[in-house]
T-cell receptor, first 115, second 113 residues
Framework: AQSVAQPEDQVNVAEGNPLTVKCTYS??????LFWYVQYPNRGLQFLLK??????LVKGSYGFEAEFNKSQTSFHLKKPSALVSDSALYFC?????????????FGKGTRLSVIA | ETGVTQSPTHLIKTRGQQVTLRCSSQ?????VSWYQQALGQGPQFIFQ???????GRGNFPPRFSGLQFPNYSSELNVNALELDDSALYLC????????????FGSGTQLSVL
């Protein structure tokens, strides 16, 4: 079975500081990993994905994520946070080896960037 | 903004009633997935339609059913509503029957009283 854990319900960071939103996963076979962001009263928006290759993946709005196979983690990062980054962030996973299985989402982490 | 539109945006029903939610997929997309997002939780997969056929289903009872039309728009029907059905229902479109990059609508907030 596939699962995602986002250990922090809330992350607070000052504007201009680096931010990290944590994600660990469990999946059979090789993982296909995603980050999505949800702004108030909006649907989820795709940020980035990892299939294979370079462990550091770059995505939208200056976000990047680092895949670590040994730690089964896929943490989301940004070097300098903006107030406009405040939103709900979801990590998602599916197995690459199990056909077209659906995405499994974590519970989400609320990021608050303080000016 | 994605090109995925959902209607209505909000809905209030009473227990035991039936509800139909609608979704128009992004232009060029032939796959629609439905998710249920309860308060404080991540989206939970309900089912997916590809070329008018259901091609994947999550752990939801049969009273959750759907349709996809020739223009690839979709409906989610829920019969015999229960209080726990109160949630944000999200529609996502993609191409080729896959779960690659999903484009989500803004959702329908369903409240069951």
């Amino acid at each position: 079975a596939q699962s995602v854990a986002q250990p922090e319900d809330q992350v607070n960071v000052a504007e201009g500081n680096p931010l990290t939103v944590k994600c660990t996963y469990s999946v059979s076979g090789n993982p296909y990993l995603f980050w999505y962001v949800q702004y108030p009263n909006r649907g989820l928006q795709f940020l980035l994905k990892y299939i294979t290759g370079d462990n550091l993946v770059k995505g939208s709005y200056g976000f990047e994520a680092e895949f670590n196979k040994s730690q089964t983690s896929f943490h989301l990062k940004k070097p300098s946070a903006l107030v406009s980054d405040s939103a709900l962030y979801f990590c998602a996973v599916r197995s690459l080896n199990s056909g077209n299985t659906p995405l499994v989402f974590g519970k989400g982490t609320r990021l608050s960037v303080i000016a | 903004e994605t090109g995925v539109t959902q209607s209505p945006t909000h809905l209030i029903k009473t227990r035991g009633q039936q509800v139909t939610l609608r979704c128009s997929s992004q232009s060029g997309h032939n796959t629609v997935s439905w998710y249920q997002q309860a308060l404080g939780q991540g989206p939970q997969f309900i089912f997916q339609y590809y070329r008018e056929e259901e091609n994947g289903r999550g752990n939801f009872p049969p009273r959750f059913s759907g349709l996809q039309f020739p223009n690839y728009s979709s409906e989610l029907n829920v019969n015999a509503l229960e209080l726990d059905d109160s949630a944000l229902y999200l529609c996502a479109s993609s191409f080729g029957g896959t779960n690659e990059k999903l484009f989500f609508g803004s959702g329908t907030q369903l409240s069951v009283l």
